[in-house]
């Protein structure tokens, strides 16, 4: 850590930018798939088009203790089926010491919370407002607006992500945002 220099990011809010950055993630439904619930509605979009559901700039900083990561994250309007698109979700391996902040930018969403043991939260993310995910959550984003949902993420470099519980016949989250009469509505994943 030691000579590390001090810097700035500038981030945007529309068009989404971010800088400076090291890194950028990108997954379309391809990459995907399988944290949708409705495979068939799956395969049918993915048979005429693979549209692009998340990107994610990582600012440039070592992934080790003493530092905090700060990225932006896109998520982009749509639903596979009547589901919304989202984020991956993951959890942090340290149950104790990797929480996390969000900020959102713009836009409007959900933050699908649960714990290993299964116990949900639900909590709403709009602009003005700074969620706070403890460590021991795993975490899921949802944009539930007709725009590009947008928000800044901080948490400690060091932290390590776990997709493992993520997928088709596994336990995935316990909760899905799905489109009911033209509006979000949180039920239980099927």
């Not at 944009?143 to 596994?170: H, M, W």
Request: aromatic share 12%; with cysteine.
């Amino acid at each position: 850590m030691a000579g590390f220099q001090p810097f700035n990011i500038k981030y945007g809010e529309y068009p989404p930018s971010f800088e400076p950055y090291e890194l950028v993630i990108e997954r379309s439904l391809e990459d995907m798939q399988e944290v949708f619930y409705d495979q068939d509605a799956v395969k049918k979009t993915l048979a005429k088009d693979n549209p692009p559901i998340v990107k994610v700039w990582m600012a440039p900083l070592p992934n080790e203790g003493g530092h905090l990561m700060s990225c932006m994250t896109v998520i982009y309007p749509g639903t596979i089926g009547d589901e919304y698109f989202m984020t991956k979700g993951h959890i942090h391996t340290d149950p104790v010491n990797d929480p996390e902040y969000y900020l959102t930018i713009r836009g409007e969403g959900l933050l699908l919370l649960q714990t290993r043991e299964g116990e949900s939260h639900i909590s709403e993310m709009v602009p003005g407002t700074l969620n706070y995910i403890p460590s021991e959550w795993a975490h899921r984003t949802v944009n539930t607006c007709e725009d590009e949902f947008v928000f800044l993420g901080i948490f400690p470099a060091s932290a390590k992500r776990d997709y493992s519980f993520i997928g088709v016949g596994k336990k995935n989250f316990n909760k899905v945002v799905v489109k009911r009469s033209g509006k979000p509505e949180v039920t239980d994943h099927p």
